[in-house]
């Protein structure tokens, strides 16, 4: 394997341990996860030869910044959206979520759209890119939300875990949204997709 091929597949490896650290409460879970982290980490370093209890990716200490997710606004031929509704409050949302690293953010997009709703999708444009903050409670990290527009291609596998059920929505007809878009938000991606602009802030 390329050092580069090499490099990427520690790094995927490495976020995924850090994410099943942060939502795991099996204990023993945690450890696997732990010993993961800890193998990657030492792979890294003896491939780079560094030291990487620097900071890193890995690391929250440095210079603070908002985290980016992404959500794909989907209409078919009946001008319907693509939702998905939450197994976490129930509410309806566009599929997307947190960008991985070393995804780009079509990349991410479509991963989370198959992930999320089962859909194969072909990226067609940037609808929007939101500061989420506001919207969200105190407790909540700072966002920037890119959504895009894409072509509905079809559905390729069952929707994820996390998710109730997959629907065609009306969207001047939205059922009860999830807190991972507001109505505010909705109404203003549903009108620059239909207007053919892009907004952001």
């Known amino acids: 394997m390329e050092s580069k091929n090499l490099y990427d597949f520690l790094i995927k490896v490495q976020s995924i341990a850090k ?8 204990p023993y879970a945690k450890k696997n996860y732990e010993e ?3 193998m990657t980490l030492s792979l890294l370093e003896e491939l780079q030869s560094v030291n990487l209890e620097r900071n890193n990716y890995f690391k929250r200490d440095i210079y603070p910044t908002p985290n980016i997710s992404v959500r794909a606004v989907i209409f078919n031929d009946n001008g319907q959206i693509l939702m ?6 129930g509410g309806f949302s566009l599929p997307g979520g947190w960008a991985d ?27 929007a890119l939101l500061h989420r903050t506001p919207y969200k409670t105190p407790l909540s990290v700072p966002e920037y939300a890119l959504v895009f527009k894409a072509d509905f291609l079809g559905f390729v596998k069952a929707h994820d875990h996390e998710i109730i059920q997959v629907r065609w929505v009306d969207p ?16 203003r991606i549903i009108d620059a997709v239909l207007n053919n602009r892009t907004i952001f802030d």
Do not use: C, F, N, W
């Open 19 to 26: 994410i099943g650290l942060k939502y795991t409460i099996d």
């Open 36 to 38: 993961i982290q800890s």
């Open 84 to 89: 998905v509704q939450e197994k976490k409050d």
């Open 101 to 127: 690293l070393y995804d780009s953010p079509t990349e991410a997009t479509i991963r989370e759209a198959e992930e999320e709703a089962g859909a194969k999708i072909k990226i067609t444009g940037i609808v």
């Open 172 to 187: 001047l007809r939205l059922p009860k949204l999830s807190d991972k878009v507001t109505k505010v938000e909705m109404d």
